[in-house]
């Protein structure tokens, strides 16, 4: 069965001090990786998809690299707008190689 | 691009009456939709998964006869949540997989429904 497991369960930051996000994972043949963020009582916003070990992407503050067994989401300068639930989730083939597997996510909190 | 909407955001009903929740995708097509539950400070968990135009593959432990799915269209995914009991209430979130271009592979999310029942 997949496993995703991230931490910190919390994150409290002051503004401009960054930091980073773990997401580590069991799956047998990793399809791709997916991080999202999620604000209270909304749906999850897609920000990332990695696919191969190595790879990194970015977007304004964020950076999201990988290895073949965990992920790392790295807040960079944060902002208070920065303050969310980040989520992990990822795919592998099975009967159906679209199902995400989530992990519990990490809520970051950026003060002023 | 890619948004999904959910409607309605927010139900209350009594027990043992159904709730019809609408997953549409806007701008894109999607053959597959997805249906996720989600209790306090809890994460994501699939439901089901739909294809347009076939029957829903339901997760382990997810009642077939409670939930029903109808994926009528490319653009619309329905949720009936059948004889509806305080446990039913959580937030339920669908999503649609694109198809075509480059992100064929991501799922967009709706912005969810709360439902609570009394």
């Known amino acids: 069965e997949d496993q995703v497991t991230q931490s910190p369960e919390a994150l409290r930051l002051q503004e401009g001090e960054s930091s980073s996000l773990n997401c580590s994972y069991t799956v047998s043949g990793l399809r791709g990786l997916f991080w999202y963020r999620q604000d209270p009582g909304k749906g999850p916003e897609f920000l990332f998809t990695l696919y191969s070990a190595g790879e990194e992407k970015e977007k304004e503050r964020l950076k999201a690299t990988l290895t073949k067994k965990e992920s790392f989401l790295h807040i960079t300068a944060p902002k208070p707008e920065d303050s969310a639930t980040y989520l992990c989730a990822v795919q592998a083939p099975g009967s159906n190689d679209y199902k995400l597997s989530f992990g519990a996510g990490t809520t970051v909190t950026v003060r002023a | 691009g890619a948004v999904v909407s959910q409607h309605p955001s927010w139900v209350i009903c009594k027990s043992g009456t159904s709730v019809k929740i609408e997953c549409r995708s806007l701008?894109?097509?999607?053959?597959?939709m997805f249906w996720y539950r989600q209790f306090p400070k809890q994460s994501l968990m699939l439901m089901a998964t739909s294809n347009e135009g076939s029957k829903a593959t339901y997760e382990q432990g997810v009642e077939k006869d409670k939930f029903l799915i109808n994926h009528a269209s490319l653009t619309l995914s329905t949720l009936t949540v059948t004889s509806a009991h305080p446990e039913d209430s959580s937030f339920y979130i669908c999503s649609a997989r694109a198809i075509g271009g480059g992100s064929y592979n991501e799922q967009f999310f709706g912005p969810g429904t709360r439902l609570t029942v009394l």
């Open positions: 701008d894109f097509q999607a053959t597959t």
